[in-house]
């Protein structure tokens, strides 16, 4: 199973749109979370999606929304987040079990403006409650490196950090460096198989389709 992340910056580089389509279905991945998305980009090759809903006109284009999840596993149904426009959250019957993919920006104006505080509080209060239930996977645009000072603030960092832990839940992505798009999921996923191998792949290093680097974290059973 391979479950990917990448924030497509808006589409700012619309004419690369074959090549950003292309080097997405190169990762081959089962769940796929796109922020700062657009339906422009179109990948039918996914049997399900869902998205969160439209945004305010006319700053934003009609095609655009802060997250689209697309999945080759079927969606059963959805959670209420605090923000619809901000964060979805469709739960995917997957290998692992039926998953709450939340997907989401936290602050999407950076981590910086005190409007992120706000964002990051109520976001965590979507996490405890979906994950007392569910496994939960938290994937997106967190706007927090983990592994260095590329781009953080220390109490974004250790909100998120004690969330994480009072929510049992293991940041699989918190060790790549100058990164800020995660891929969060409970214990129980992240170590779900002792016969399984697990990694990291990253990609658009140069940041040459947008200002994001993707990343993705795949599971192999060994034979």
């Not at 292309?22 to 049997?47: C, G, K, M, N």
């Not at 239930?133 to 938290?138: E, F, G, H, S």
């Not at 490196?145 to 293991?170: H, I, P, V, W």
Request: negative net charge; charged residues 25%; hydrophobic residues 40%.
């Amino acid at each position: 199973m391979i479950i990917a992340t990448w924030n497509i910056e808006r589409l700012k580089h619309a004419k690369e749109l074959q090549r950003m389509r292309e080097t997405i279905l190169d990762e081959q991945a089962d769940v796929l979370i796109l922020t700062e998305a657009d339906t422009r980009l179109e990948l039918s090759e996914y049997a399900y999606s869902f998205e969160t809903e439209p945004l305010e006109q006319p700053f934003y284009k009609s095609t655009e929304r802060r997250v689209i999840i697309y999945s080759q596993y079927p969606i059963l149904g959805q959670l209420e987040t605090y923000d619809p426009r901000t964060a979805c959250c469709p739960l995917i019957e997957t290998p692992m079990g039926i998953v709450a993919f939340y997907g989401t920006i936290v602050g999407i104006y950076g981590n910086r403006e005190p409007s992120f505080q706000v964002d990051l509080k109520a976001q965590i209060k979507d996490w405890k409650r979906i994950s007392e239930t569910y496994q939960l996977c938290i994937a997106g645009d967190l706007n927090m490196s983990f592994q260095d000072n590329y781009y953080f603030t220390k109490a974004g960092r250790m909100a998120m950090k004690t969330a994480f832990t009072k929510c049992k839940l293991e940041n699989v992505t918190g060790c790549l460096d100058e990164n800020i798009d995660h891929i969060v999921l409970s214990k129980s996923l992240a170590n779900y198989s002792e016969d399984a191998f697990s990694a990291c792949s990253m990609w658009n290093l140069d940041k040459s389709l947008s200002d994001h680097i993707g990343v993705s974290m795949f599971w192999m059973q060994i034979v």
